[in-house]
């Protein structure tokens, strides 16, 4: 059982996966009339997506691309690894290598969603509710058998599973506060209230193990269903309103940047402190993460206050 401390921690991208596709679909049925477009809003909805991830993006990349001349990487590398600035290694380019190797998941959630929106655009009943739901079920039985896990799958096949997973999570979550109306029993309505905390226990606890990974096609099922009652808004937390609170919006402002600088930080801190132990490499990996991602955003908000200001200047 034991497999040492977050021995299966890459399973959690599917959350990520899961929280884009369904804001992906709640974005999507807001809009009432038929796009004049759909390649253009398209397009546009993807930039909207990119463009908070760029700065990092490039900041990152090119210092990764500099500590690769350091490191004495031959012309061929570096000419290939110019591809990891268009994200195209999540469509094979680069025999599938990144600077940034945790930006295997950026890149291919943009090819997913440039794939998915304007068919679920076009067709936004018919997809979120008949579409997504048979499509995650067959890509998850797919990588169920012939994988035998999710996390190493093939990673497109990955990520369209789980936005179509994340849009069936949309689907199902409009109708759990009629589902809950009709429960009268209170212990039953008490057990669903904290289900969404009993399953994200299950899913960190097994993340922490060595178990078989062909159990993890249904962990992220049952992820997705305790998300149900949580973006339905009958969870125990989302209806204390925690998640409304300043620290949590802090804290997803600081994700991004320090889920991108983590390469960089670990390779600093495998190069200069390789002689001690692994605890020891664990705590300053994190806190040399968690540090330069923090110092990132606010590095990037100042440049973005002084922009704004000298445009502003420029007018008056």
């Not at 809003?41 to 463009?51: D, F, G, H, P, R």
Request: glycine content about 8%.
């Amino acid at each position: 059982m034991g497999g040492g401390v977050l021995r299966y921690g890459a399973l959690g991208v599917e959350f990520f996966f899961i929280t884009s596709g369904y804001f992906m679909a709640n974005s999507v049925s807001k809009l009432q009339s038929d796009p004049q477009s759909l390649v253009k809003e398209t397009w546009t909805y993807a930039w909207k997506k990119l463009k908070p991830i760029l700065p990092y993006h490039v900041i990152f990349n090119l210092t990764a691309f500099f500590i690769g001349i350091v490191r004495g990487h031959t012309f061929e590398e570096h000419i290939n690894r110019l591809s990891c600035l268009f994200f195209l290694p999540a469509v094979g380019f680069n025999d599938l290598q990144w600077m940034l190797g945790a930006e295997w998941y950026v890149g291919c959630m943009l090819f997913g969603m440039l794939i998915i929106y304007p068919f679920l655009r076009r067709w936004t009943d018919q997809f979120i509710g008949y579409f997504a739901p048979v499509l995650t079920i067959i890509l998850y039985g797919y990588m169920s058998y012939n994988c035998e896990a999710v996390m190493g799958s093939n990673r497109l096949i990955q990520t369209f599973g789980t936005l179509m997973l994340g849009i069936t999570v949309f689907s199902l979550s409009q109708y759990i506060g009629c589902l809950f109306d009709r429960i009268n029993s209170g212990w039953l309505r008490r057990i669903l209230r904290i289900y969404p905390l009993l399953v994200i226990t299950f899913f960190l606890a097994y993340m922490n193990t060595s178990i078989d990974t062909n159990v993890q096609a249904f962990l992220v099922l049952l992820l997705a269903s305790g998300l149900v009652f949580s973006f339905g808004k009958q969870g125990l937390l989302s209806r204390s309103g925690v998640f409304d609170k300043k620290v949590v919006y802090w804290l997803g402002k600081m994700s991004l940047p320090i889920y991108m600088v983590q390469n960089i930080t670990r390779t600093f801190v495998q190069v200069l402190f390789k002689n001690q132990t692994a605890v020891t490499m664990y705590i300053l990996e994190s806190a040399m993460t968690i540090v330069c991602g923090i110092l990132g955003y606010y590095l990037l908000d100042a440049l973005r206050v002084l922009k704004r200001k000298a445009k502003h200047d420029i007018v008056q």
